[in-house]
């Protein structure tokens, strides 16, 4: 008796995307990583405020013909009164301000709206 074995390749595309998804299904929620993410950042601020830690560059100019200037930056504290107080005096208006954050609010209502009332998988099941 002979068998057929159906053996079925996978491409190293395929490969690729699962290795891809592995490690995606690792990662935490984009919650938890994007606040990790801010304190790392107020607190590599804190401390190279500490040292004082300044960057010079040269600054290319806006206008045709004009030379480049050079331009020193230092780190400023984002856990220093001042900064903590401007976050939370202006956060609403840096909030509502922000352009690309208005669309994403805007797609997340509609979509949860979508979801929430079964329009996609009734449109999913009428027309595919």
Known sequence: MISIENKTKTS??????????????KLPHP???FTSLV?????ASYILSIFNLNV??????????????EVSVSVT???S??????LFVKFPDIFVSYVPLRLVLIMMIAS?????TGFFETFMKKYF
């Open 39 to 43: 304190i790392i950042t107020m607190i």
């Open 56 to 69: 010079t560059y040269l600054s290319a100019s806006k206008v045709v013909g004009e030379s480049s200037k």
């Open 112 to 116: 949860a709206f979508i979801q929430k």
């Open 81 to 86: 009164e001042d900064n903590l107080k401007y």
């Open 77 to 79: 504290n984002l856990l």
């Open 12 to 25: 190293i595309l395929t490969k690729f995307i699962n290795i891809i998804e592995k490690g995606g299904n």
């Open 31 to 33: 919650f938890i990583l």
